[in-house]
């Protein structure tokens, strides 16, 4: 895990990223929680995706902003990803400290990360970009299991 002290030593791609993630931040579905939360997947060869929560009386069936992102990647029909940025904010205020994946979206993004072959970054930042944490999926979710674990040959959805 490393605190970044300057947006500057962030990659371009990175950058990008989380600017696209507070962008659609604004698009968060939050009725309950009053809480707004973007993701922005990232490619190797700078496509983005993005994503926000949507939020729902039923409370499982709430989507976090990482599943979101995922799932319209999905729809895309692209799923190798070498990052994705997140940024979150209250209805009436400002984060201090970054906000991480839930448990739920974790085991989503090692699977994409397996999907991708690769260990996925992951930018974490507060909603003024003053506090930004670069890490990584493996470091979020130590000794996670995924399809390579239980052996399924994941080659054919790897677009």
């Given at each position: 895990?490393?605190?970044?002290?300057?947006?500057?030593?962030?990659?371009?791609?990175?950058?990008?990223?989380?600017?696209?993630?507070?962008?659609?931040?604004?698009?968060?579905?939050?009725?309950?929680?009053?809480?707004?939360?973007?993701?922005?997947?990232?490619?190797?060869?700078?496509?983005?995706?993005?994503?926000?929560?949507?939020?729902?009386?039923?409370?499982?069936?709430?989507?976090?902003?990482?599943?979101?992102?995922?799932?319209?990647?999905?729809?895309?029909?692209?799923?190798?990803?070498?990052?994705?940025?997140?940024?979150?904010?209250?209805?009436?205020?400002?984060?201090?400290?970054?906000?991480?994946?839930?448990?739920?979206?974790?085991?989503?993004?090692?699977?994409?990360?397996q999907i991708s072959n690769c260990d996925l970054e992951i930018v974490l930042s507060t909603s003024k970009k003053?506090?930004?944490?670069?890490?990584?999926?493996?470091?979020?979710?130590?000794?996670?299991?995924?399809?390579?674990?239980?052996g399924i040959d994941i080659t054919k959805y790897q677009k």
């Amino acid at each position: 895990m490393q605190q970044i002290s300057s947006l500057g030593e962030l990659s371009a791609i990175q950058s990008t990223a989380l600017d696209e993630a507070l962008l659609v931040l604004e698009n968060s579905y939050n009725p309950y929680s009053h809480f707004c939360v973007g993701a922005c997947l990232y490619t190797q060869d700078g496509k983005l995706v993005s994503g926000t929560n949507v939020e729902n009386a039923a409370y499982g069936s709430t989507i976090c902003a990482e599943r979101s992102a995922i799932l319209s990647a999905n729809a895309l029909g692209i799923r190798r990803f070498i990052g994705i940025a997140i940024i979150a904010r209250g209805e009436n205020f400002d984060t201090t400290e970054v906000t991480g994946p839930c448990g739920s979206c974790r085991q989503m993004l090692y699977e994409l990360s397996q999907i991708s072959n690769c260990d996925l970054e992951i930018v974490l930042s507060t909603s003024k970009k003053d506090k930004i944490i670069v890490t990584t999926i493996k470091e979020l979710l130590p000794l996670a299991f995924g399809p390579v674990d239980l052996g399924i040959d994941i080659t054919k959805y790897q677009k």
